[in-house]
């Protein structure tokens, strides 16, 4: 999701949006014969921690997985984490020529979230001083 390599001007803000994240999987692996939904809950649990959580996520979700235009693309989505129109398309890098897959769905389904806060070092230098 971050993209490193553009030349466009939107990426300017790059080193503002900066995160440290993680995550871990749940559920089973699926099975190399398995091609439709089996019912079993899968996933990822995921955490990311930022100077700025509201305004880096928001940015991160706006702009580099929902808005092509950031990467000079129109109305393209990022194909895992992005919320797919109707007609989802994707472009993808190539040489000579790129490829373009159409018809993507949504396959990231987002099930819950919060924002907490964390207190920096200082902050808690000072509670700790109470």
Request: hydrophobic share 35%.
């Amino acid at each position: 999701m971050n993209p490193r390599d553009s030349k466009t001007f939107v990426l300017e803000d790059e080193r503002l949006h900066r995160i440290i994240r993680r995550s871990v999987t749940f559920g089973d692996i699926v099975p190399s014969d398995v091609t439709k939904d089996d019912g079993k809950e899968r996933g990822q649990y995921f955490m990311g921690i930022s100077a700025n959580a509201m305004g880096t996520l928001e940015f991160l979700l706006k702009q580099w997985a929902n808005d092509g235009n950031s990467q000079n693309l129109g109305t393209e989505k990022d194909p895992l984490i992005g919320v797919q129109d109707k007609d989802g398309l994707f472009t993808m890098p190539a040489d000579p020529l790129v490829k373009r897959y159409r018809g993507l769905s949504t396959f990231n389904i987002v099930k819950g979230g919060e924002y907490c806060f964390i207190p920096s070092l200082s902050a808690l230098q000072w509670i700790s001083d109470l």
